[in-house]
């Protein structure tokens, strides 16, 4: 089974990598999550303790700027968005609105909301990076856009027309399980079933509230093996449930949260009717890159390249000359290659890493 999958994710690669074109006119993109997804957002907020605008982050983007990604040069909005045919992601929100100029015109293509340490919950981060835009708060914001939308079509129902062609992308969850895992989480002391059904209904709320805004075409990312990130593998280096040194609770909620994201967005498309999404397995699809980590031209699947398990990437860490080669640039976050090779499987994969559609499907690009 395992090697058939692997295969089968090496045989869309190969294809992708000869096949790429442009696609046509591409929808407006509206980005929702945490650091995989956020593209400086945090930068905009003085007391947020989770940035990455330092360097080494950036070392391999343009002028080795630190923008704010977590990553040594771009993450996974921008590889996703650039098989849409954009150059990159959005700028975040929190940059488009300094802007009044430009802020009706760029809205219209899109705007980033993503923001590291952010989770579900919108108690998520606050104990651990002082402040941080939780998902609940993204949607707020992307409300007010909403709102401006229809400042310039003067009717609801052209704004509907608008952001039903747009496409939401998020990716969200991760830090909401580490920090029940640290024991971190508001209130304390809830049971894993509590944890599980306060996380399952959040999510929904939030789902059905960008629904309720004219959202129609989403792409969620489901949680990756947060277990075997370089953080986890320090910290819960004690931990009695240990397999491959990846930390096994937090693999086990990684793929419960899969579980659980593909019940409701079944659950919940076959209430509305109107929307079209892919859910991607994120865990599954990193596992299989790891299990077979050198046909994808990884050395290092374990550590981070820059800092290490417990050290934050940042200017005074030592980080690896061989990018490409790992899977984590930092303690927590992919390198640039590990994103790209996740967005290609996101086009290109069939229905056991993307249901019930890839990307490509989604979208209407031609590969
Ligand atoms: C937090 O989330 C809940 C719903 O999950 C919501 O009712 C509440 O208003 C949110 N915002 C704040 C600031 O607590
Ligand atoms: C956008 O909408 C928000 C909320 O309605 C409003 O405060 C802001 O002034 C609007 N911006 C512009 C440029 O219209
Ligand atoms: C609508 O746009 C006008 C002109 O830009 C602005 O003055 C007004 O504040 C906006 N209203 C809202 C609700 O965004
Ligand atoms: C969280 O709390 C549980 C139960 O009290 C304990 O077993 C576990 O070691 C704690 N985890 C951390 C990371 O402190
Ligand atoms: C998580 O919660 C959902 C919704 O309450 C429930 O359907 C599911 O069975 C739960 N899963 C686990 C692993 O507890
Ligand atoms: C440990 O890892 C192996 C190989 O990845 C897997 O087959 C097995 O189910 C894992 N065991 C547990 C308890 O998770
Ligand atoms: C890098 O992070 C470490 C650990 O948080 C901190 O002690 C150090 O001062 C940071 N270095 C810089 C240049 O910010
Ligand atoms: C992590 O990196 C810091 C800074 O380079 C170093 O002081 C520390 O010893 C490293 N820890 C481990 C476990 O390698
Ligand atoms: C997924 O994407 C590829 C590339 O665009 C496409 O050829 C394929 O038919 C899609 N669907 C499935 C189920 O593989």
Redesign the pocket.
């Known amino acids: 089974m395992a090697k058939t999958c692997i295969s089968r994710l090496l045989v869309?690669f190969l294809s992708?990598a000869v096949s790429l074109a442009a696609a046509a006119a591409p929808p407006a993109v509206y980005i929702l999550g945490d650091s995989t997804l956020d593209v400086g957002t945090n930068d905009f907020i003085p007391e947020c303790q989770a940035r990455a605008d330092v360097s080494f982050n950036g070392i391999d983007f343009p002028y080795s700027e630190p923008t704010g990604r977590f990553s040594n040069g771009l993450n996974t909005a921008d590889e996703i968005v650039m098989l849409m045919g954009l150059k990159r992601s959005p700028p975040p929100f929190l940059h488009l609105v300094q802007n009044p100029s430009t802020f009706k015109s760029n809205i219209l293509k899109g705007a980033n909301f993503a923001s590291g340490g952010s989770g579900i919950l919108n108690t998520t981060g606050h104990y651990n990076y002082k402040r941080v835009i939780s998902l609940e708060e993204q949607i707020q914001q992307f409300s007010s856009v909403r709102s401006n939308i229809t400042n310039m079509t003067g009717s609801d129902a052209q704004t509907d027309a608008i952001l039903s062609k747009a496409f939401f992308l998020i990716s969200i969850g991760s830090n909401d399980i580490f920090e029940y895992l640290l024991n971190l989480t508001v209130p304390p002391s809830m049971t894993i079933p509590e944890f599980n059904a306060t996380l399952v209904s959040t999510y929904e709320y939030h789902l059905k509230t960008l629904y309720d805004l004219g959202a129609r075409t989403f792409g969620i990312l489901t949680v990756p093996p947060i277990g075997c990130t370089p953080f986890a593998r320090a910290v819960f280096s004690t931990a009695v449930y240990h397999n491959d040194s990846c930390f096994v609770p937090a693999q086990q909620f990684a793929q419960a949260f899969y579980t659980e994201a593909l019940a409701l967005l079944q659950q919940f498309s076959s209430q509305v009717h109107d929307i079209r999404y892919s859910l991607a397995n994120t865990y599954l699809m990193t596992t299989t890159m790891m299990e077979d980590m050198f046909a994808f031209g990884f050395k290092d699947i374990s550590s981070a390249c820059c800092g290490n398990g417990t050290y934050p990437c940042n200017q005074t860490a030592s980080f690896c000359s061989n990018r490409d080669e790992y899977l984590f640039w930092d303690r927590f976050h992919p390198t640039q290659r590990a994103s790209e090779l996740a967005a290609l499987s996101l086009?290109?994969?069939?229905?056991w890493l993307v249901s019930p559609?890839?990307f490509?499907?989604l979208l209407g690009?031609?590969?």
């Open positions: 869309v992708l086009f290109g994969a069939s229905e559609m890839n490509s499907q690009v031609n590969m």
